[in-house]
DNA sequence: GTCTATACGCGGATAGAC
DNA sequence: GTCTATCCGCGTATAGAC
């Protein structure tokens, strides 16, 4: 399959009808434990109890519907950097980073999927869109110079988070332990003081 | 499809032929490239030169070669951990955060479905020698605790060295920079001295 | 160890009725 | 918006010759 140019990705949302909420709700689920590749339409369909041919009636492929769930993941990383920055820049960072923390551990299952797929990498980092919000989430969260150090900590930060709430030794924590220790950890990439 | 249970993960690394090998090899390729799902045996075939039906002499499914892929792997975090520990206790943590470090920029194309691919992660969690390798290693990272911060570091350093060298801001980072920056802030993260 | 040939189901996708 | 029915290709897997 081509799966689709990231640009559409970036694209302003659509209006969104219950039934292709439903879609792209049921796709996400199953995109986290299946992957990309292993979830098929049928999978999709079953979950929100309809037929394949109702899933194509809303999106007349699979690639559109991969693109609209990063769309939506996409957008929930900008709700928190617009939160963030309305908290004025003396606690940007900070807010950066509970935010985030907040983000990957509402979806935990989920953070694997869109940050290791490859379907869903491929798509995203030719889109621009994509590109300008994690740009603006890297100098949030290390400032505007861009050595390779400030650079550096931001791929490990966000790694980590991203990393971590899925990974077997956090499996039996529960979210209140992991938020914060996550936040209280996340500091010292960001040499923050505790 | 089924998708074998962990614990052949775990066993004794059976006589690998070369044809084996070549196939366990080229499939790792391909998992990083596709992932798991986005793999089909006739992908791993033309990879190599053959046809589908010599992969299946080989290996009598698709689960089997997943497996054979994650033991290999799973090898040389071991062979990273023997390595440390025969540095000395004095030595050991920072060894093993170089070794580490080392082995995921190998990879690093890799790294994303090592850690991040569904298929692979299910294998993983259920098999006990990847857990007590996995012990081994946040153990000799973190120390013998077993705290709730204790493990959340061991996940977060982990996570932030893999996803970081294959994370978009360090795309244009040569090897040499990628492994000094790494080693510095995964210093710092542990609290070693500089 | 590798090949050709083949079975069988599932995946994506479409047409047309209700 | 949803259905039934259908198409086609590819995926996994097996049999048997060289």
């Known amino acids: 399959m081509a799966y689709a ?14 039934a292709k909420a439903r879609i792209v709700s049921a796709a996400a689920g199953l995109f986290a434990e299946h992957g990309v590749g292993g979830t098929s339409l049928q999978m999709i369909a079953d979950a929100i109890g309809v037929t394949k041919a109702a899933v194509y009636h809303q ?5 559109e519907i991969v693109v609209a769930v990063a769309r939506a993941e996409l957008a929930r990383v900008e709700t928190v950097l617009d939160a963030a920055a309305a908290s004025g820049p003396e606690q940007a960072r900070a807010a950066l980073l509970t935010g985030m923390v907040d983000l990957a551990i509402e979806r935990r299952r989920m953070e694997s999927t869109l940050t290791g797929d490859p379907v869903l990498n491929r798509a995203f980092s030719v889109d621009e869109h994509f590109r300008q919000v994690m740009d603006r989430l890297y100098r949030g969260l290390v400032g505007q110079d861009s050595t390779a150090e400030a650079r550096m900590a931001a791929a490990m930060l966000t ?20 938020r914060s220790q996550l936040v209280r950890l996340g500091r010292r990439f960001l040499e923050l003081p505790d």
Chains 1, 2 share one sequence.
């Open 159 to 178: 790694a980590a988070i991203g990393g971590a709430v899925m990974h077997p030794l956090a499996q039996d924590l529960n979210d209140d332990v992991l």
């Open 59 to 63: 999106y007349k492929s699979k690639d």
């Open 5 to 18: 140019s990231g640009a559409a990705i970036g694209q302003a949302v659509a209006s969104i009808t219950p």
